[in-house]
């Protein structure tokens, strides 16, 4: 499971390594660790043209040792100072003796790689001026080709957060230290972080973290598998009530899900009898009331519901886990949540979350960690927050969970009621919500990226890939 530590908890790390090692030893480590991760992305570093962007903080100073060991190398490096009286002495001494130079501004002609040292895990409140013209100088850098590398944290981004407060820089990669950090995980940072490469430079991380994000081993290991004594009761029976004469694809599309999501069976109520039979004829369908439909472990309530409400204020005193969507999120009282004694999923894209917080959509979209915890600390509820990176968050206290998998191609018309479904029937097999929507959202990610194969994909076709994407979690 990879894991992300606050600032706080990577500060008091790093201060408490430090006080047992040499004066500068833990920059060195991360300069050597940069260095490589540079050389890497290079290929051949003698000839390549290299520029730092360098801040007056220890990311500048880890940028400047790590151009003087490419600069020994062969490599013609160029430091570029936000603040040219606030450099690392230090590092500026060793650049210069590898031969490095300082410049106003990125050179003109060729550049082959940018390492953004310009602010740290400490920075806050968005690039200031004299950064933001070199970060606008890194874009168009990269536009032209350049690689560009952030030193722990693409600038701008707030590393406990992923919030960005105006211009950041986008990196192809950034060569984190010790731990990762909450920001690079979960949008809109994660977006400008590229791919992450952890160097160890040996810090002691005994706090739990506070963002998780589960890999193919984790899903394996929470999976439901059937035994040979196992019978539809047993894997877990699972209620949809969805869809009405305006959305019966709702009712479809969620029962697709709950039936390829290891559902032993799947008890329909609501007005798209007819078409889910047609598309599902193993379902079992029932008129409602969902009260009447027959014995189930868990339900699923909201996709496609119009303006019905009857089954959200019925399905809210079962005594059986609830997972609430879409249509039925309208107007949720958190009183009546906090008063159910059995779980509860609730599964908002950002315009929803929005509504039940009674802010703007921007907000949300800008916040999300803040968004998940406020929207699970209110309703007493485990939280699934959709969008390109997908948080999950316990009614408790304890680690938000951020999916790894997915594809831009899942941003189609009824993916979100494929992952209630699924969601639903993992519900019912007797995962707890957190880990039901976490190992939900990590395979229908992991089945959109199997549908879509880089091309436009329908979300039944994600449902149909959930399977292939369930064995691929077992054959990592």
């Not at 986008?170 to 984190?176: C, G, N, Q």
């Not at 490469?197 to 984790?218: C, F, T």
């Not at 938000?400 to 189609?412: E, F």
Request: a neutral charge; hydrophobic letters at 50%; one cysteine or more.
């Amino acid at each position: 499971m990879r894991t992300a530590q606050s600032v706080e908890t990577v500060r008091a790390a790093e201060a408490e390594l430090m006080a047992q090692l040499p004066e500068g030893a833990l920059m060195q480590r991360a300069a050597a660790g940069l260095a490589a991760a540079c050389a890497g992305l290079l290929g051949r570093v003698y000839g390549a043209r290299v520029v730092l962007l360098v801040g007056p903080g220890d990311n500048g100073g880890d940028a400047l040792y790590a151009g003087a060991r490419l600069a020994r190398r062969g490599a013609g490096v160029t430091a570029v100072p936000m603040d040219p009286d606030r450099m690392h002495p230090g590092g500026l001494r060793a650049l210069r003796a590898a031969g490095g130079r300082v410049g106003e501004r990125l050179p003109a002609g060729r550049v082959d790689l940018v390492v953004d040292g310009l602010l740290g895990i400490g920075g806050r409140g968005g690039l200031r001026p004299a950064a933001a013209e070199l970060a606008a100088q890194a874009a168009a850098a990269r536009a032209a080709g350049a690689r560009v590398v952030a030193v722990d944290l693409p600038s701008g981004v707030d590393a406990d957060t992923g919030e960005a407060a105006g211009p950041v820089v986008t990196a192809d990669a950034t060569v984190v230290f010790g731990a990762y950090k909450p920001g690079l995980l979960i949008d809109p940072g994660a977006g400008h972080a590229g791919a992450l490469r952890l160097v160890d430079i040996g810090l002691s991380l005994p706090e739990p973290p506070v963002l998780e994000a589960l890999q193919h081993a984790d899903v394996a290991a929470r999976l439901p598998v059937p035994s040979s004594a196992s019978d539809k009761y047993r894997r877990g029976v699972v209620g949809v009530a969805a869809g009405s004469a305006r959305y019966p694809g709702a009712a479809v599309l969620a029962v697709a899900g709950a039936v390829r999501g290891g559902a032993g069976a799947v008890r329909y109520v609501g007005t798209a009898g007819d078409e889910v039979l047609a598309r599902y004829p193993e379902a079992l369908v029932h008129g409602g009331p969902p009260a009447k439909a027959g014995r189930v472990q868990a339900w699923v309530v909201g996709p496609g519901l119009g303006e019905g409400r009857g089954e959200v204020a019925e399905l809210l005193e079962a005594d059986v886990p609830l997972l609430i969507d879409a249509d039925g999120l309208r107007g949720l009282d958190p009183s009546a949540l906090r008063a159910r004694s059995a779980p509860t999923l609730l599964t908002p894209h950002a315009g929803e979350a929005a509504a039940l917080l009674g802010v703007p959509r921007a907000e949300v979209e800008a916040g999300r960690l803040s968004a998940v915890r406020e929207l699970a600390g209110r309703f007493g509820a485990t939280v699934l927050l959709k969008g390109a990176t997908t948080l999950v968050c316990g009614a408790g206290a304890g680690a938000v969970r951020v999916n790894a998998t997915g594809s831009s191609w899942l941003a189609t018309a009824g993916s979100g009621d494929v992952l209630s479904g699924l969601a639903g029937a993992l519900l019912a097999a007797g995962l707890p919500a957190l880990d039901a929507g976490s190992v939900a959202a990590y395979l229908h990610g992991l089945a959109g990226r199997l549908a879509a194969r880089g091309a436009p994909a329908t979300a039944h076709e994600v449902a149909l890939a959930l399977p292939a994407a369930w064995r691929e979690t077992f054959a990592a």
